[in-house]
């Protein structure tokens, strides 16, 4: 890819759609034409930094999810999917089905939860739509796409969920039973296979073969800017969209953890905007 053509063309379809098109609402004046990178990153459900940096030349071979989810984040065509691809160095497959697309009604539901992080899951734990509290409480891994990735594969998970052997134990199981129930999903044997060869720790859960669907259970974080935070972890099936999980981190009302989430939107908002 010869200079950073992969930043200009982004750049380019960005600015040719407004708010409106993608129903987002528009707030004060805008200095620069078309929708911010922010709103690109917000629409693809993806971490806005990881799209700068994909703008900017920073970030090289984005996976085909992302590609898929930047694809229609700025209503791509098939030909102009096809060019984003090949810019990207990666080989166009097909279009994502229904279940990895999240609709506009369930992002507006995200958009809409202001005081807890909340997000939706495929069946291979790719993050196919964050809401900007989300966005901020995953800010820490260095690659927030998929949640198996960052629990087996990032140096930060141990630190960040406190009970990490529970939690990875959880994963590992989620993913065994979505396997079972589409056996055929190739995005899930990839992630798998890949986790298998590349963790340790993945690749003895997975052996152990326990399988468990959602639970409610509780949730320790250990945030490093706002510290330790005590959630509800409540999940969803998506009725629209077979094999997605909507999932909440439910703070207590009134409790510590609820107002260090606050006090986290408040400084990543501040970021944004600042």
Do not use: C
Request: neutral net charge; charged residues 25%.
């Amino acid at each position: 890819m010869a200079g950073n053509d992969l930043g200009e063309f982004l750049r380019a379809h960005r600015s040719r759609l407004r708010p409106g098109d993608v129903g987002l609402p528009s707030y004060g004046r805008r200095r620069v034409a078309g929708l911010r990178r922010e709103e690109v990153a917000v629409l693809a459900g993806m971490n806005t930094d990881y799209y700068a940096r994909l703008e900017q030349g920073r970030e090289h071979r984005p996976s085909p999810q992302i590609l898929d989810a930047i694809s229609t984040a700025l209503r791509l065509d098939d030909q102009a999917r096809e060019h984003l691809y090949r810019l990207a160095g990666a080989a166009p497959g097909a279009r994502r089905t229904a279940r990895e697309t999240v609709g506009m009604p369930l992002r507006h539901l995200l958009d809409a939860q202001t005081s807890a992080p909340a997000f939706v899951l495929s069946p291979a734990k790719d993050l196919l739509a964050v809401n900007a509290l989300a966005e901020a409480l995953f800010s820490p891994f260095t690659s927030a796409g998929n949640l198996a990735r960052m629990v087996f594969l990032d140096p930060a998970a141990p630190r960040f969920f406190v009970r990490w052997d529970s939690f990875a134990e959880s994963v590992a199981a989620g993913l065994r039973h979505a396997a079972g129930t589409d056996p055929d999903h190739p995005r899930l044997r990839d992630l798998i296979g890949s986790l298998h060869e590349r963790s340790a720790a993945f690749a003895a859960l997975w052996d152990s073969q326990r399988v468990y669907g959602k639970s409610q259970d509780g949730v320790e974080l250990e945030h490093p800017e706002i510290g330790p935070l005590e959630l509800t972890s409540l999940s969803f099936d998506v009725r629209a969209a077979p094999g997605q999980i909507l999932v909440v981190y439910q703070p207590e009302p009134g409790s510590p953890s609820a107002h260090a989430l606050a006090l986290l939107g408040t400084l990543h908002a501040t970021e944004r905007h600042g």
